[in-house]
């Protein structure tokens, strides 16, 4: 019997956010646009009207970071159990820290996140809002419903060559509470779309 074998390219991990990490976070995007000097556009690369720091104070911040951090060490251990991480320079699972801050972008109608990457060693983007609006524009619209590559709102990552037998992006629509999980320095980029409506993602990084 003949084995197939997929030894190259990044890891990607999907998870969920509990309901508990969800509502902070929410809570506190919520309270961070009334806040100008939470304003941190200048620093990302994304060209959005509304990106903002977040803050937290030290019982939000206790459930948040071991949340995410601990999720964060469950990718180590999958990248490792598939062969994705390198003897040397590779992260401690021990003693990894979310680099801060954490931020939320707002994201509207013909606003965009250009190819850019991320700082420490591993990224991850979780999902507040995603309305259903994104989704039908992907299907219903005339922009996009008869395209063999729809991608209002949508997510892409990046990597590696052009080849047969190979792919070389991997594009996602985001539901409510997802977080995913990718290498740092993998390039991704969100598609604009049409539609009157407001897409809310986090991000951070971890070192």
């Not at 964060?72 to 320079?89: P, V």
């Not at 922009?143 to 991608?151: E, R, W």
Request: hydrophobic share 35%; proline share 5%; glycine share 4%.
């Amino acid at each position: 019997m003949a084995n197939l074998h997929l030894p190259f390219g990044p890891v990607l991990m999907q998870d969920q956010l509990s309901q508990t990490t969800f509502d902070i976070l929410n809570r506190q995007s919520k309270l961070a646009r009334n806040k100008k000097d939470k304003d941190f556009r200048s620093k990302l690369a994304g060209n959005l009207e509304e990106e903002y720091m977040l803050e937290f104070d030290q019982k939000e911040k206790d459930i948040v970071y071991n949340e995410l951090i601990t999720k964060a060490q469950e990718y180590i251990n999958q990248a490792k159990a598939n062969k994705r991480i390198k003897k040397f320079g590779r992260p401690k699972k021990g003693s990894l820290e979310i680099q801060e801050p954490i931020w939320v972008n707002y994201m509207k109608a013909g606003e965009w996140n250009p190819a850019h990457y991320h700082a420490g060693y591993i990224s991850c983007v979780m999902y507040l809002k995603v309305p259903n609006e994104i989704e039908e524009e992907n299907i219903k619209s005339e922009h996009s419903k008869k395209s063999n590559q729809p991608s209002a709102g949508k997510i892409q990552w990046t990597y590696g060559e052009t080849i047969q037998f190979s792919e070389t992006f991997f594009t996602q629509i985001p539901k409510e509470k997802d977080i995913w999980f990718f290498p740092a320095e993998l390039k991704h980029f969100v598609y604009p779309f049409k539609s009157d409506v407001e897409r809310v993602s986090i991000s951070c990084n971890f070192k």
